[in-house]
């Protein structure tokens, strides 16, 4: 079945420094790739997605490119500030059959000032 | 701004009890899923549902039901709660095709 590998985290940054979360996934199809955020006490946003191969999504200073020879979905971004700190989850969405997102595992990044 | 609203914020429920967890959407989406989160095992999907009084089992069914009269609200029901029940459930919908979900706030439910 789909599944969604991410780094384990949690991810410490000091403010303004680069920011990768990597993002592996395996699917059957030709799947929708999002990265959602929850910050503190709150749900899932959506952060930002891509639905087909060599698209990058981008969002706040995040970007992510769907790369389907290598199945991944990489978040970056080139200056993070303390107010990114949250949770991160990457997700994947068939374009057949169930249709329901499968998530990562997530992983939690702190930024310090 | 559109909203996914889950009923309660937190919950404590005792062994054995039947609980229900409610979730309303105003946004006419005909897709609705619940999905738990646990610490490192990220969110697992329970049920979902893509129209009224249509139900389907997601990953992790067993010990839930869900039940769907309305287009806007997706219940889950947990039977006869068990501690290994306690955990952050979060309540989607979304609109069709593979477009990115709404998640309503979430309810902690601890069952003691």
């Known amino acids: 079945g789909d599944s969604v590998t991410q780094m384990e985290g949690p991810v410490t940054l000091s403010e303004e420094a680069f920011l990768t979360i990597n993002c592996t996934y395996t699917?059957?199809?030709?799947?929708?790739l999002f990265w959602y955020v929850q910050y503190p006490g709150e749900g899932l946003q959506l952060l930002l997605k891509a639905t087909k191969a060599d698209d990058k999504g981008s969002n706040k200073g995040f970007e992510a490119t769907y790369r389907k020879e290598t199945t991944s979905f990489h978040l970056e971004k080139g200056s993070v500030q303390v107010s990114d700190s949250a949770v991160y989850f990457c997700?994947?969405?068939?374009?057949?059959?169930?249709?329901?997102?499968?998530f990562g595992s997530g992983t939690r990044l702190q930024v310090q000032p | 701004d559109v909203k996914v609203t889950q009923s309660s914020r937190y919950l404590v429920k005792r062994t054995g009890e039947k609980v229900f967890l409610e979730c309303v959407q105003d946004?006419?989406?005909?897709?609705m899923f619940w999905y738990r989160q646990d610490p490192g095992l990220g969110l697992r999907l329970i049920y979902f549902s893509y129209d009224v009084k249509m139900k389907e089992k997601g990953d992790i069914p067993e010990g839930y039901s869900v039940s769907r009269e309305k287009k806007e609200r997706f219940s889950l029901i947990l039977e006869s709660a068990s501690t290994n029940q306690t955990s952050m459930y979060l309540c989607?919908?979304?609109?069709?095709?593979?477009?990115?979900?709404?998640f309503g706030s979430g309810t902690r439910l601890t069952v003691v």
């Open positions: 699917a059957t199809g030709y799947p929708s």
């Open positions: 946004m006419d989406h005909e897709n």
């Open positions: 989607a919908s979304s609109p069709p095709g593979t477009y990115g979900y709404t």
């Open positions: 997700a994947l969405s068939e374009d057949t059959g169930r249709r329901a997102l499968t």
